[in-house]
C-alpha cells in the first residue's frame, strides 16, 4: 500500500508560481510512474503532467507545457510539480498518483494509488 500526501497548494495571483511536493510512503516509490492531475467538483478529472520511475520521460498536458515542470527525488520518496505563470484557470484541487508499472502514461485509470488533493487558486 502507498500513502501520497500532497502540499504546496495555495492562493497566487496571476503570473505567480507555486511548487507542490507529493511525499510518498513504502519502498517501492523509485519504481512508480507518478503523476498530477487535476479536477473541478463535477467535472472530470484532468491529466496534467507525469514522470516515469527513473525520470527520463516527462509528458506534459498542452494547456501547461512551457510553464510547469514536474520531477522527482527518488532519495526523498517525492515528486514535485513547479508551476509558473499562473493563470486563473489553472484553479483547480491537484492530485499526485502513483503507478505500479513505471511507464509514464496520460490515462487517469492506469495509476493505483491517488493523494487527497490540494487546493490551487489563481487570482486574476
Known amino acids: 500500500q502507498v500513502q501520497l500526501v500532497e502540499s504546496g497548494g495555495g492562493l497566487v495571483q496571476a503570473g505567480g508560481s507555486l511548487r507542490l511536493s507529493c511525499a510518498a510512503s513504502?519502498?517501492?516509490?523509485?519504481?512508480?510512474?507518478m503523476g498530477w492531475f487535476r479536477q473541478t467538483p463535477g467535472k472530470e478529472r484532468e491529466f496534467v503532467a507525469t514522470?516515469?520511475?527513473?525520470?527520463?520521460?516527462?509528458y506534459y498536458a498542452d494547456s501547461v507545457k512551457g510553464r510547469f515542470t514536474i520531477s522527482r527525488d527518488n532519495a526523498k520518496n517525492t515528486v514535485y510539480l513547479q508551476m509558473n505563470s499562473l493563470k486563473p484557470e489553472d484553479t483547480d484541487v491537484y492530485y499526485c498518483?502513483?503507478?505500479?508499472?513505471?511507464?509514464?502514461?496520460?490515462?487517469?485509470?492506469?495509476?493505483?494509488?491517488w493523494g487527497q488533493g490540494t487546493q490551487v487558486t489563481v487570482s486574476s
Open positions: 514522470i516515469s520511475w527513473s525520470g527520463d520521460s516527462r
Open positions: 498518483a502513483a503507478k505500479i508499472y513505471g511507464t509514464a502514461t496520460m490515462p487517469w485509470d492506469d495509476y493505483n494509488y
Open positions: 513504502g519502498r517501492s516509490f523509485s519504481s512508480y510512474a
